[in-house]
């Protein structure tokens, strides 16, 4: 099941509240309070996720990353954290630098991303 960009989004925002909470506590109404979306909203998406195999929900309605929903939210989480860093580097307002690598982690290839990363790597 290919993920839209909303999907690698609800990802990323469950690895960050889980790696913030310290815990496998992390619930759909810690989801919308974190991104700002609707409880039916995040309801909604968490079903298409359980279904894709990304995440799993207990009975206690406690959201877990699968090892794929985490291999994805990993992969946007490193975009997001290296790109707005880089943008920053350049002299973009940390705000304008988060925002825009927001936009920009989903659409940017897998080979542009690994260039980028080498690029600025070597530049450390």
């Not at 090892?67 to 707005?84: K, P």
């Not at 936009?103 to 290839?109: G, L």
Request: net charge negative; charged share 25%.
């Amino acid at each position: 099941m290919a993920l839209l960009e909303s999907g690698e989004m609800y990802l990323k925002t469950i690895l960050v509240l889980t790696r913030k909470m310290g815990t496998g506590n992390v619930r759909s109404i810690d989801v919308a309070i974190e991104s700002g979306y609707s409880k039916p909203s995040v309801s909604r998406a968490v079903g298409i996720l359980k279904d894709g195999g990304f995440i799993e929900v207990s009975d206690g309605g406690y959201i877990t990353l699968t090892e794929t929903g985490m291999d994805v939210a990993s992969t946007i989480y490193e975009r997001h954290v290296l790109l707005t860093d880089f943008f920053v580097k350049i002299g973009v307002d940390k705000e304008v630098a988060a925002a825009d690598a927001c936009k920009v982690e989903h659409c940017i290839s897998k080979e542009t991303f690994s260039k980028l990363k080498e690029h600025i790597k070597a530049l450390s």
